[in-house]
């Protein structure tokens, strides 16, 4: 029977969570959220053509994917303590450098499709020849105009292009706050657990033996 003092019991308590190992929770959320905003990306692709690519961020998504998917191959690789084989300290190096870049990506992503939603709520926008053309000032002859290709009526295009901008900015936040958590997990579990305990137990072992000599 493993008791509590039993160092092979705490490290494998301090390895998993929920009784699920350390990224499984992270990469199960992160795949999720990166095909739903990969997702949701090609559908606003489908609205118009002459969407730009930063209003429909699927490379978010798909970043996310990728995170997923390496959180997922660090499953496979067998635990060592304070990464003593290569390959975990790779992987798991990866994991977070990945995290880092989809934290990035998806701030990258709402930043952009608030942008283009405080647009939105400020067009005027008419139908002229299957486009929609749209103006935040129709006063002002020399105002820009934006123009949506492959649009026949503004009314839907507007409302559908609205509804997905703001399913983007919550999926993405959603998204950048499990990256963070995950950077921050990871962080903590190597520089807060391992390390402190590995170096500062011991010395205060041999630190106690030499008192008593």
């Known amino acids: 029977k493993k008791t509590k003092g039993d160092p092979k019991t705490g490290q494998e308590e301090s390895y998993t969570s929920c009784g699920c190992r350390f990224p499984l929770l992270f990469a199960l959320l992160q795949l999720a959220l990166g095909i739903s ?12 053509s002459s969407l730009l690519v930063r ?4 490379w978010a998504g798909i970043i996310v994917c990728v995170v997923s ?11 060592q303590p304070d990464e003593k084989t290569c390959v975990q300290f790779t992987v798991k190096l990866m994991y977070f450098l990945l995290s880092a870049l989809g934290l990035v990506a998806c701030v990258l992503a709402v930043a952009f499709a608030a942008h283009h939603y405080l647009q939105m709520t400020k067009f005027t926008c008419d139908t002229i020849l ?5 103006k935040m000032d129709t006063a002002d002859p020399l105002g820009r105009t934006f123009v ?7 009314g839907s295009l507007t409302s559908m292009l609205n509804l997905y901008l703001l399913l983007q900015m919550v999926l993405n936040l959603i998204a950048a706050l499990v990256c963070l958590s995950a950077c921050f997990v990871m962080w ?3 520089y ?17 033996q030499q008192q008593k000599v």
């Open 192 to 208: 807060q657990v391992f390390y402190v305990g590995i170096r500062f137990h011991p010395l205060t072992a041999v630190e106690g």
């Open 37 to 48: 905003v990969t997702v949701l990306g090609f559908l606003m692709a489908g609205i118009s």
């Open 130 to 134: 299957e486009s929609c053309q749209c």
């Open 55 to 58: 209003d429909t961020p699927y």
């Open 188 to 190: 903590k579990h190597r």
């Open 69 to 79: 998917l390496v959180g997922f191959v660090t499953l496979c690789i067998s635990y």
């Open 148 to 154: 949506y290709q492959d649009a026949a009526d503004c």
